[in-house]
């Protein structure tokens, strides 16, 4: 099983341009979530889905779009990228509610200049 | 809402030291606990979990048990080694019927360097 892949591992974005990280489980989980990961701050969460077509905003969604056509798939759209999404941005995925954990993804390094 | 907290690191050991790293939670009502581990430039590794009041999570020597009465989940482990040098994250997910109920509430992580 290859988990939770995440592509680009590093990109680098002029202020204003827009991009996509993708993120694919194989694990037929329903939840999946991004997060960002920042120094000091810990991972805070920006979107999740709990199934294919239903979305919702996590704690920082401002700048950031997803949708969920299907259960592998969930992108992260930045619409007009900023200095301040200079991050690390990682999917998760979940097959259950609580009692099961997240599995991550590897990681994207986004840094906008 | 719901809330984390995490002891500040880093924390330094030698190797075969004890380690605890502590970690509180609010929450109301009867939350999932963790323990991930980011080892450097990696993804976050689910190390342990516990879903009920008195479980004991065990992973790779690493120990955490469920305390409802004082809402902690610290975690444990008898002798460390270098491999374990890595950020270690404690979180939480509640459940409740309807509204969010999937979001893992992480702390801030506590950066551990083990030295031989």
């Known amino acids: 099983n290859a988990g939770v892949t995440q592509t680009p591992k590093f990109q680098v974005l002029k202020t204003g341009q827009s991009m996509t990280l993708q993120c694919a489980q194989d694990?037929?989980?329903?939840?999946m979530s991004w997060y960002r990961q920042d120094p000091g701050m810990g991972l805070r969460l920006i979107h999740y889905?709990?199934?294919?077509?239903?979305?919702d905003q996590g704690e920082v969604p401002n700048g950031y779009n997803v949708s969920r056509s299907t259960t592998e798939d969930f992108p992260l759209r930045l619409l007009s990228a900023a200095p301040s999404q200079t991050s690390v941005y990682f999917c998760?995925?979940?097959?259950?509610?609580?009692?099961?954990?997240?599995?991550f993804g590897s990681g994207t390094r986004l840094t906008v200049v | 809402g719901n809330s984390v907290t995490q002891m500040e690191g880093p924390v330094t050991l030698s190797e075969e030291a004890f380690l605890t790293i502590n970690c509180t939670y609010t929450?109301?009502?009867?939350?999932?606990l963790f323990w991930y581990v980011q080892y450097p430039g990696e993804g976050l590794q689910l190390l342990l979990k516990?879903?009920?009041?008195?479980d004991k999570g065990s992973n790779k020597g690493f120990e955490a048990t469920y305390r409802k009465e004082t809402t902690s989940f610290h975690l444990e482990k008898g002798s460390v080694q270098v491999s374990d040098s890595a950020v270690y994250f404690c979180?939480?997910?509640?459940?409740?019927?309807?509204?969010?109920?999937?979001?893992?509430?992480f702390g801030k992580g506590t950066l551990l360097t083990v030295n031989p």
């Open positions: 998760a995925s979940s097959r259950g509610q609580g009692g099961y954990g997240y599995t």
């Open positions: 694990m037929n989980h329903e939840y």
């Open positions: 889905s709990v199934g294919a077509g239903i979305t």
């Open positions: 929450a109301t009502g009867y939350p999932s």
């Open positions: 516990a879903t009920k009041a008195d």
């Open positions: 979180a939480l997910i509640r459940l409740r019927s309807g509204g969010s109920n999937y979001k893992l509430t």
